[in-house]
């Protein structure tokens, strides 16, 4: 078996008559694992860094967000506040962290479970957050498209934000993940994401540029977030944080919680629900096996990289988000 089909959960990879591997883009739900795992670097998807770095030089206002993920990419000693000053040197205007965006997730998908699935009015609720789950659910099993919360992704939130504060100004979003590419191109739900790249091509620019990150004097401070909606970045991350708000905004209601991560998991446990075996359940979907820190755009280890994620989720300075004001 091909390495690339081994780790296509969808089995979205074909031979043709001579032999030669092609994608199905009917089944294929954009995750990136077949890139992560072919041994040949044969697989790569479209990048923007070159479209990026035009609008960079072209002088063009340009906000970068950066995904829960980020934390210990780009080094042991970088810092998040290095990083910062790093990206502001580079060209961007301003950083912020898409974790923004993924606290108002969790208080969306908070609320969405409370009202609906505790009260018997949905069988289950799924997460949102991860487009290839969301793909899968959508191509694979059609009749849960109206348990799939309909909060904004924390990249869409994020980038809508971005946009108040900055009419002006383009967005960049910079996270471990090939389908965050495909959902900033989607038709049906405008994005405000006019660039995305991953960890690794931004790598190559601060290469290319002759910034040395560990030697960056960090001048700024990257502290928009609290730690549910930095806890994104690793698998049951998601569903913990919304579990945390339920507990703080609606305390008293029962929560059940249930997590999948990687595809064949996440279609088994769609699977389950369809079947009536998930009643109750605010199920989290993750694509990559581990969760964004093992996306086909990460640089280090996954297991370093979700210790690296936990260390930056405790030194924020709040817990959960603010109480959503009716």
Known sequence: VRPCLAHCGVGAIKSDKKGRAY???????????????????????????????????????????????????????VTPDMLKTALKELGFYDVYETAIGADLGAIAEAKHYASEVA???????????????????????????????????????????????????????????????????????????????????????????????????????????????????????????????????YPGTEVKIEHAEGLAECRKMLLLAKAGKKNGCLIEGMACPGGCVAGAGTNIAIAQAAKEVAKFKSQAKEAVPQEPQE
Not at 123 to 133: I, V
Not at 153 to 178: L, N, Q, S, W, Y
Not at 221 to 242: F, K, L, N, P, S
Request: hydrophobic letters at 40%.
């Open 23 to 77: 994608i199905d883009s009917d089944l294929c739900v954009s995750c990136g694992q077949c890139m992560v795992n072919c041994p040949f670097g044969a697989i790569a998807d479209k990048s923007q860094i070159f479209q990026l770095i035009r609008a960079l030089q072209s002088g063009h206002k340009i906000v970068a967000q950066v995904a829960p993920a980020f934390a210990g990419q780009f080094g042991p000693s």
């Open 119 to 249: 009260t018997g009015k949905l069988p289950f609720s799924l997460t949102s957050c991860c487009p290839s789950w969301s793909v899968l659910a959508k191509k694979f099993f059609p009749e849960t498209i109206d348990k799939i919360s309909n909060a904004l992704t924390p990249m869409v939130a994020t980038a809508r934000i971005i946009k108040e504060d900055h009419p002006d100004a383009k967005v960049v979003f910079i996270g471990p993940c090939a389908s965050k590419k495909l959902e900033a191109s989607r038709r049906t739900i405008r994005s405000d994401v006019d660039f995305v790249i991953t960890f690794e091509e931004l790598t190559g620019m601060f290469e290319a540029k002759g910034i040395l990150l560990e030697e960056i004097q960090a001048m700024d401070e990257m502290q928009d977030a609290t730690g549910a909606g930095r806890g994104y970045g690793v698998a049951g991350g998601v569903a913990h944080a919304i579990e945390e708000c339920i507990r703080t905004y």
